[in-house]
């Protein structure tokens, strides 16, 4: 009867508005999420110093809010061109250690850079609130240790066949970049026509917690952790130590 087909199209109709006003709802709190989003950054198994360097200048451009270092805390920021003075560091003896504080204390997603059939493509964007990206190594990518600990996966397309893949800090470059895209982050201030306004780094700052000589060595809750003796060996495949390939 045309009495049941008009209760019969007033269901859809009923659900959509209801589903319209939950998505209108949830928006504001889903753009708040992304605005509170932060990136941080996982050295593991980066072999070359120079690129360790290079990869911390692009974090402290692409506004990575903390480091974690795993394995050797003598490290070498050649190539950052002071910007390790603006970043934040911590230290970690073990892998799962580094992860258990970023998922647990900063909620971060541990996303690993990599070419793989379960990559998404980091074009699309494919973020939920804060991500602490991880590279692999210059010569053979994540380990499966590092793989293990992801919780995803992200991959640079490219379009020719000239390299099988990127150098290790412009890959890092352009999944920060994305990122800050995302989590629009804002822009700092220009001089000129080509330049960025700099300022004075935070490093100087007596207890900032910022830069590599106030960086400390963390335990998996974020508490600091006791200073092993003169000698003790930490994880294997640290981020620029002694010993490493120039």
Known sequence: SPARQSSRSMVPATAAAAAGTATAAAAPEGEKQ???AQSFLILHNVAKRKNFGDILRSAAALGVSEVAVVGAAKLSSHGAQGCAGHLRFSHFHKLDDAVAYLRGVHGAVITGIEISPESRNVASQPFR?????MPGNEGHGLTPAQ???CDELVYIPQHSAATASLNVNA???IVLHHFAMWAALPEAARDGAYK???EPAASSIPRSGVGLKQMRTLNADGTVAPRRRAGAAGEAGGSGGEGEAG
Not at 129 to 133: D, E, Q, V
């Open 129 to 133: 609130g804060s991500h602490a990206f």
């Open 171 to 173: 890959a890092c470059a």
């Open 147 to 149: 793989l293990a600990v």
């Open 196 to 198: 960025y306004v700099t």
């Open 34 to 36: 992304r605005r509170a």
